[in-house]
């Protein structure tokens, strides 16, 4: 079967935000006007995914509330759509927990998500499919079962390269404060999540500089043990430099481009009170802090890596790289992180992501899926109206609660609504 062709690339603008504007600018010389792109899931199909025996459902445009009790499979359903975006959850979520239990007892255990995406004038089908890797895998050893992948575009089997950024989404949670206050991890891999679903360069680069990384890092204590020599270092030190000097390099004009975004959000939530500004700290030596060229990167990476050689050998490790970098969020100079209050720190997170839409909007052309989980719950009156506000803009808005007494009841007039229950949508 012949691979139809996917969407890559910038398409036409959209109609802007109503909490702050952005001008749509792609690859920096092509402007569009205020047209609104469709982009918008039709058909979602699950199978065995988590609380979801089989469903199958046509999402509608606009703005749809799905509501219901605690653990009736609202987030289930909006992480299914994360997946379909990119192909992975989680990564405190193995890819066996989202396949159903009853039907992990099964010989042959599996979970599909799959899903209509209308792009413009073009139709995709988007499928992961999540399955044993043996079917040797016995009931006892389902806690620990091995998962193998198969993601496909068009019923055609593809690299995680190829599919992720078909489907655009930003995901809003109350976790999402932890990406504020909690350790530089989850910070570098919002990043990555974010450039790969508009940059399948920066993906390719992050998959490689991974490997390097794992091999370096084994020939490190190689090194170490006597059994190979430092001389050996300097291939895989350019390898390292090569793909991570990328991952730098994009993610500085990523993060650029959300703090100016991410400013007049927060100052409007906060009336002004609070001013954003959000700093990356690469992982490069001093010498990062003036390089904001791809070859300066390269040069600096390059001479941080010589300085460390005798501390890395030491210690058996790489000690120098994008593995290593963090971002953090102030407010007149003071690291929320640190000193925020959890509630500064939720505002902070909630102008992260509706400035990431607005990022990934000028990188496409697109206006991404908006996913909010539950997220009104722990908002004041004053943001939650707020909220609803900025939300009314787009394309496709999926939003869960426990009941629907928080939203104003003219957005609840526009919104379809459904309720969930044990896993089944009316």
Same mark, same amino acid.
């Given at each position: ?79 299914? @759509? ?31 998500? =799959? =899903?209509?995406?209308?792009? +413009?004038?073009? +139709? ?22 091995? @998962? ?76 170490? =043990? ?83 050689? %005798? ?22 100079? @003071? ?15 909630? =102008?992260? +992501? ?40 787009? %394309? ?28 089944? @949508?009316?």
């Amino acid at each position: 079967m012949a691979r139809e062709p996917g969407f890559r690339g910038p398409q036409m603008g959209c109609c802007p935000l109503p909490i702050f504007p952005v001008e749509l600018v792609v690859d920096r010389t092509v402007r569009y006007g205020h047209w609104r792109v469709s982009l918008h899931i039709g058909h979602l199909s699950l199978k065995n995914f988590r609380n979801y025996l089989g469903l199958e459902f046509d999402l509608p445009a606009g703005i749809s509330v799905f509501h219901g009790a605690n653990a009736q499979g609202k987030t289930n359903l909006l992480e299914s @759509i994360c997946l379909l975006a990119t192909a992975r959850l989680s990564r405190r979520t193995p890819d066996r927990e989202l396949i159903n239990w009853a039907a992990i007892q099964e010989p042959m255990p599996f979970a599909r998500v =799959s =899903s209509e995406i209308q792009r +413009k004038e073009q +139709k995709l089908h988007l499928e992961v499919i999540l399955m044993p890797r043996s079917q040797a895998q016995s009931q006892s050893d389902a806690s620990a079962m091995p @998962i193998q992948k198969h993601l496909r575009v068009n019923g055609v089997d593809c690299r995680a390269t190829d599919f992720i950024g078909q489907l655009n989404t930003v995901m809003f949670s109350p976790r999402d404060v932890d990406l504020i206050s909690e350790e530089p991890a989850l910070r570098r891999r919002y990043l990555d999540i974010t450039n790969s679903q508009v940059d399948s360069q920066y993906l390719r680069a992050l998959q490689r500089y991974n490997r390097v990384l794992e091999r370096r890092n084994f020939l490190l204590r190689r090194i170490a =043990s006597r059994q190979a020599k430092p001389g050996e270092m300097d291939f895989w030190d350019q390898e390292l430099v090569r793909s991570g000097a990328y991952i730098v390099f994009q993610r500085r004009r990523s993060l650029v481009k959300l703090s100016e975004l991410s400013a007049p959000i927060h100052h409007r939530l906060t009336d002004g009170r609070e001013p954003l500004a959000i700093r990356y700290y690469p992982n490069l030596g001093s010498q990062a802090s003036g390089a904001d060229t791809l070859e300066g990167i390269m040069e600096a990476f390059s001479e941080a890596l010589r300085a460390a050689r %005798e501390e890395e050998l030491a210690r058996g490790v790489s000690l120098i790289g994008p593995h290593r970098d963090d971002l953090r969020f102030l407010v007149e100079g @003071i690291d929320m992180g640190t000193f925020g209050s959890r509630g500064q720190q939720r505002t902070i997170a909630l =102008s992260l +992501k509706l400035a990431e839409s607005g990022f990934m909007r000028t990188q496409t052309g697109e206006m991404p899926v908006l996913l909010l989980d539950d997220v009104l719950s722990e908002l004041d009156e004053t943001r939650r109206h707020q909220l609803l506000d900025a939300v009314s803009g787009y %394309e496709q808005v999926l939003m869960t609660a426990t009941d629907l007494d928080r939203f104003l009841p003219g957005f609840l007039t526009r919104a379809e609504k459904f309720k969930i229950e044990n896993g089944a @949508i009316s």
